[in-house]
């Protein structure tokens, strides 16, 4: 069974930082895209970013460019989310997933980041 | 303001169908593979169709999606009141190289 469980989340200041941690379990984790996808409180989805299999090739929504870094440890089976800089719009619950074509196919429950002075 | 437009909220009664609409662009559903998520309060969104028109197992035969050049549907049918959620649709863009969602729909089973 696939498993996905983040962890990392807090409470921020404005231009802080924050590191995320997905740990996956229950599939062969360096086959697979890995995609982080986020959501403010009451608001809908927005896409933040993917990583290879390798790490070699990796995308970023606008919003999040130059602020965000997403990497992974394919010997620990875990994805990160490093963010810096961050805002009060970044405030949400962060979501990993094992991804398809860009979109999570496996959800983890949810990372919560709040942004707040 | 979302790349992909969704009705902000869609209602029926139960047993009958509804359908939502995803629309977009040439660069983003008129290319990609779409996908769709069931999403209750307080916990995390559910694949309900990937790949434009496929299921994951366990998810009944009344879900379905398509696609018709930059516009994509959800069709919902027998309709139950615990089907009562938000949907979102999602797909590539490739003008962004990211990913792109709907606003989400808000279902109401009345």
């Known amino acids: 069974e696939v498993q996905l469980v983040e962890s990392g989340g807090g409470l921020v200041q404005p231009g802080g930082s924050l590191r995320l941690s997905c740990a996956a379990s229950?599939?062969?984790?360096?086959?697979?895209?890995m995609v982080w996808v986020r959501q403010a409180p009451g608001k809908g989805l927005v896409w933040v970013s993917r990583?290879?299999?390798?790490?070699?090739?990796?995308h970023y929504a606008d919003s999040v460019k130059g602020r965000f870094t997403i990497s992974r440890d394919n010997a620990k089976n875990t994805v990160y989310l490093q963010m810096n800089s961050l805002r009060v719009e970044d405030t949400g619950v962060y979501y990993c997933?094992?991804?398809?074509?860009?979109?999570?196919?496996?959800w983890g429950q949810g990372a919560l980041a709040t942004v707040s002075s | 303001q979302s790349v992909l437009t969704q009705p902000p909220s869609v209602s029926a009664a139960p047993g009958q169908k509804v359908t939502i609409s995803c629309s977009g662009s040439?660069?983003?559903?008129?290319?990609?593979?779409i996908f769709w998520y069931q999403q209750f309060p307080g916990t995390a969104p559910k694949l309900l169709i990937y790949?434009?028109?496929k299921r994951p197992s366990g998810i009944p035969d009344r879900f379905s999606g398509s696609k018709s050049g930059t516009s994509a549907t959800l069709g919902i049918t027998g309709l139950q009141t615990g089907d009562e959620a938000d949907y979102y649709c999602?797909?590539?863009?490739?003008?962004?190289?990211?990913?792109?969602f709907g606003g989400g729909t808000k279902l109401t089973v009345l």
């Open positions: 999602g797909a590539w863009d490739t003008s962004l190289s990211a990913g792109v």
């Open positions: 040439s660069s983003n559903i008129g290319r990609s593979y």
């Open positions: 790949d434009t028109d």
């Open positions: 229950g599939f062969t984790f360096s086959d697979y895209w």
């Open positions: 990583i290879k299999e390798d790490g070699s090739e990796i």
């Open positions: 997933g094992r991804e398809r074509w860009g979109f999570p196919e496996h």
